[in-house]
């Protein structure tokens, strides 16, 4: 049976330079379609030369003569699926951005209508990343007047926010026409590679779960710990990690230096993967994006829960995490099985304790993280959550 996965998200991301990098180590015979390439092909036959530096404005000045050049792409790829004998065939294009007076489509109702995905990826970077991204972007750096304060975090969150609202919004309509889409899956693109293809070619045989683990003021923790526990779960299963996708350390250190110096106007931020390179960023600019960064945290974290038979609570520390706890009850309401490794003789809050024993047969915290992998991998067939 074919499957259509459409891999989408906010633009500049890096989504399709993660997934090629990824692939190339991948033995599973695929279909890979990257929309623009298809846009320049129809554009070329009616006589209009589509690049990737003028697309943005060509679609908002002519939109009626857009949007017949996309239906014709997605025409195009839905037959090149339907005569190829592959099983897996991803999809990849934007999903929306606003740009000047204007909107840009990446698809729409009835693009989807015709694709009918199975799934839908939609691939997020942290916002300094993609800041980075478009000041390294000749291209893109020229559309902001080669100026990088001209590059707003708050524009950056609002672009996330737009990409998911009209996936979502779409996929809802979709489905009111009968056309079920297994999951929105709001993938970090800091996951490891394995991760990426196991989501995309495995997951009968590893099933989704989702890692969840105290993250604030934990962050040596993470890398000596949190990654270790992730990579014995990942040859078992396709874990999901909060920690692949994370914007807070930017609040952290703009509250850092505010209390440092309450009277500061720019927040120097050293970049999270490099440790090396410097942004200065506008205070205003990071208290406004602060305020939807958060709200996105949260629904970002559940929805990686959402999708997810099972979760592993790694609670290596006895301080109750209020995200942890959360995290619990949100896997409780949607029927996933909860594991918890707490190694303390204290006992948790009673409400972690009633989440963490929501597990199959063993109805029990766990001491040793082995030990709860073993009863992962042994239980994993009589978890609820289909």
Do not use: C
């Not at 970077?125 to 390294?136: A, C, M, Q």
């Not at 972690?352 to 009863?375: C, H, L, V, W």
């Amino acid at each position: 049976m074919k499957e259509v996965i459409l891999l989408t998200g906010p633009p500049l991301n890096g989504r399709d330079e993660y997934a090629e990098k990824a692939l190339k180590s991948s033995p599973e015979d695929y279909g890979y379609y990257h929309v623009f390439e298809y846009l320049t092909q129809v554009g070329k036959e009616k006589g209009l030369k589509i690049t990737r530096k003028n697309v943005l404005d060509f679609a908002i000045s002519h939109p009626d003569l857009m949007n017949e050049i996309r239906d014709r792409a997605f025409e195009r790829i839905r037959k090149e699926i339907d005569e190829s004998e592959k099983e897996h065939h991803i999809v990849s294009t934007p999903s929306l951005f606003r740009w000047g007076s204007g909107s840009v489509l990446g698809f729409t109702l009835s693009n989807l209508k015709l694709l009918r995905p199975n799934r839908v990826i939609i691939v997020l970077d942290d916002i300094l990343s993609v800041r980075r991204r478009i000041i390294n972007d000749p291209e893109w750096f020229e559309r902001f007047g080669r100026d990088k304060d001209n590059i707003k975090l708050t524009t950056l969150v609002l672009w996330r926010e737009d990409a998911i609202n009209h996936v979502k919004t779409l996929v809802h309509e979709l489905e009111k026409e009968g056309i079920k889409v297994k999951y929105i899956l709001q993938f970090g693109i800091r996951h490891p590679y394995e991760t990426f293809l196991s989501l995309l070619f495995h997951e009968n045989e590893k099933p989704i779960i989702y890692l969840s683990y105290p993250m604030t003021g934990h962050e040596e923790e993470y890398y000596q710990r949190v990654r270790g526990f992730y990579s014995k779960l990942s040859k078992h299963f396709t874990v999901l990690d909060p920690g692949a996708l994370d914007d807070w350390w930017v609040v952290a250190e703009y509250d850092s230096q505010i209390n440092t110096n309450p009277s500061i106007r720019k927040i120097k931020i050293k970049h999270l993967l490099d440790g090396e390179e410097t942004e200065e960023l506008e205070r205003e600019d990071i208290e406004q994006a602060t305020d939807i960064l958060r709200k996105q945290l949260v629904e970002r974290d559940f929805n990686l829960v959402d999708v997810s038979k099972a979760i592993a609570v790694y609670h290596y520390t006895p301080e109750v995490s209020a995200g942890v706890i959360s995290e619990m009850a949100e896997a409780y309401r949607t029927f996933a099985a909860i594991y918890l490794y707490y190694p303390f003789k204290r006992r948790p809050s009673p409400f972690m304790e009633f989440y963490g024993m929501q597990n199959p047969s063993r109805r029990t915290m766990f001491k040793n993280e082995d030990e709860m992998i073993r009863a992962m991998v042994e239980e994993k067939e009589y978890w609820t959550k289909v």
